[in-house]
């Protein structure tokens, strides 16, 4: 054998070496300590070492992401110029400059119109020996002298364009019974269940691919699936009821405002409307500003325990009105809106069984022996959680218009929050420095900042108002359905305004009013400046309109071509004159405003 190999099953013996070896030293228990202190010397060097190291390279890899996404805006800003790379950032929630499908999600369900898979449930199948529910039905006219076409006698109105609408006094059907299981439409699908979530009962089906739905038509399409029960409903106000309206809004939206463990309080809003007139009279469409309702009924549907829906009757306008001088859809039309007092239904009573068994299974007279009917006793419903009625009304309004996500009260209700001397004490927030929504402060307070001094308080970004014509909403509707759902327009909406609304009838009311001359001269800065239909304002607190627009005159901007007018347009082919005319309104107004704000 060599010297460094050994038997199979001999013993090793220890190893020395020869003195005689150069180079070789004889090992001692001495040398082995000394090896064993430089092992600990070297680890705790590299502990040292890997201690160090972690930060610098987190430093290090933290500054190659910021030189990448910098590298990245670079790109960006070179190829889709900063009017693009605003709308690309607008969607790009995490700012990593990638659109995620989630990310994308917005824009493909506005452009494909296509809701979310699996949130949309079959037909339910009725039970005929379930509970029944009785439905009572009362409405009152709409008012003629609320009508802006009233205020000359209805000149150049032809009596058949109105008759449908004169000739319609009280609902079609003012009692019907129906069957409790045919509320499972207002169930919430799987993965819905939470307080506070929504959902879409009848989804929109209008995109800028379809566009809207025609005018020149007189009986609603047979409706399907979840729109049997709402097209029933409302059947008993008006034979043709029309679920699904011809513009956006469109559908029902539903929102679980309690929750206990076998009942749900869902609160609903219903976007739909009434065809009045009958052939040989022209189409006339009558448009309430939506159906809001409650239903309490038991998680499985078996029983109903109460039910409301009413037409909300609380702003001084209620209703829209449109009707055509001709039987093609070229034909031209006339608009209107006025107030309806009452439109409304309500359950008489929790739903009952339909057949009443015995406690051995026989079928019972529903009348005791008296002849009195038999009265049924319904155990208390104890909610373990809720939400506000205002709050789930919010909720389905943000759903309809992702627009109101931004806090949008009406002009009056602002215009006396400003001229308060001694608003509540609410903390500090500037919203033209914070990217927060204004949803997330739910007390208008919170748009102030208060002064040191004990002055009144001043808002600090300008003021955005939409002020409606009472006689014309149509622009309006365009406005909603463009800008106020681009992505672009909201961020900056977000980021530097607060934004009211208001009817030219409200202004009028708070311009008359003498108890109150500090309001009395807002509205009237608001209407000197107004134009029929429609007009955009950026107003700053103390009612001064610093710019503005009508609404024709913007639509007019926004259908002029690129080499017509002067507005711009996004870079990298894609275009959207909308998005870009009212963007560029917003920024002028920022501009004029800053002499104001700086004084």
Known sequence: LSPNMTAVGAEVAPRTESP??????????????????????????????????????????????????????????????????????????????????????????????????????????????????????????????????????????????????????????????????????????????????????????LSIFTGYLPNNRYHPPTPRGKEVLIHNLLSMFHPRPFVKSRFAPQGVVACIRAASDFYYDIVFRIHAEFQLNEVPNFPFWFTPGQFAGHVVLSRDASHVRDFHLYVPNDKSLNVDMEWLYGASESSSMEVDIGYLPQMELRAAGPSTPSVIYDEQGNVMDSRGEGGEPIQFVFEEIHWSSEISREEAANRLEVTFYPFKKEDITSLPDLLVILTSTHPPPFPRFLICHSQRPLTEQKQRGNWYTPSSSGEPWTINPAEHVFVLSAAYVGSGRTLRETVLESSPVLALLNQSFISSWSLVKELEDLQADEQNPVLSQKARLHLEKYSFPVEMMVVLPNGTVVHHINANNFLDQTSMKPEEGSSFSFSGGFEDPSTSTYVRFLQEGLDKAKPYRQS
């Not at 919430?188 to 009848?202: A, F, L, M, R, S």
């Open 20 to 205: 005689s070896c150069p180079g070789k030293e004889h090992q001692t228990p001495a040398s082995g300590k000394e090896g064993a202190g430089r092992s600990r010397r070297s680890w705790a060097l590299s502990t040292l070492l890997i201690i160090v190291a972690v930060p610098v390279v987190g430093v290090g890899i933290r500054y190659y992401q910021d030189t990448w996404i910098w590298k990245r805006h670079e790109a960006g800003l070179k190829t889709l110029g900063p009017e693009g790379l605003f709308l690309f950032s607008s969607l790009d929630v995490d700012h990593d400059l990638y659109l995620s499908p989630e990310e994308f999600k917005p824009i493909a369900e506005k452009l494909t119109g296509i809701p979310p898979p699996g949130e949309f449930e079959e037909e339910f199948l009725h039970d005929p020996n379930g509970e029944t529910l009785t439905l009572n039905a009362e409405m009152q006219p709409l008012l003629l002298e609320t009508m802006t076409k009233s205020k000359d006698g209805f000149l150049g109105v032809s009596h058949s364009s109105l008759s449908g609408l004169r000739s319609w006094k009280s609902p079609a059907s003012p009692s019907s019974t129906v069957s409790a299981s045919q509320f499972r439409a207002f169930l919430p699908p799987k993965g819905k269940g939470e307080v506070g979530d929504t959902w879409w009962i009848i989804p929109s089906e």
